[in-house]
């Protein structure tokens, strides 16, 4: 099992980073916050996970260690493969799924692209008792962050990682605002970002 990689970045994609390690390119799949922080040319750690299948190896890359943690530990649920898993650490940060967990927040956990109410409520029965307590600080009486505009951020975030200025990324995210809906996927709305400013 490779437990992390660390060299520099050869390419950045949407949806994936190639570092080169040793003089082999890896690709690994990546959340748009997590191809966010890095930049072609300069060095990087990313803790991996890999998923292995019958026709395929798939590298998947993290920011950190509890990032990696919390995707290998919500695919122990039922019903929740590897593609569920990316999704839930691109909306949502580990200590956010783990209040959602915790306070039965069947709501915030729909708000994931490829999770139904069902599916919400298995996860929270299923990994009640083992995902543990939020690690970070939180101010007391502090709003949770709306989740339902996480999308906005990471869109944001993805455009700067590739390159585009923080300004035109702004319109680009208003420009695709409309197409969110209720359960944003991320991915295609940093599509339809770059095909937006594509065409400016």
Known sequence: MIAHVRGEVAALTLTSA???????????????????SLRTGQPARLATSMVVREDSLTLFGFV???????????????????????????????????????????KTLTRVPGIGQKGAQRIILELKDRIGAPTGPRVPGAPAAPVVDAWRGQVHQGLVGLGWPAKDADKAVEAVADQAGDAPDVGALLRAALRTLSKA
């Open 18 to 36: 190639v570092l080169e390690v040793g003089g082999v390119g890896l690709e690994l799949m990546c959340t748009p916050g997590t191809l966010a």
């Open 64 to 106: 950190d260690d509890d990032e990696k943690a919390v995707f290998e530990l919500v695919q122990t649920a039922s019903g929740v493969g590897p593609k569920v898993a990316q999704a839930i650490t691109a909306v949502l940060s580990p200590d956010d799924l783990r209040r959602a967990i915790a306070s039965d927040d069947v």
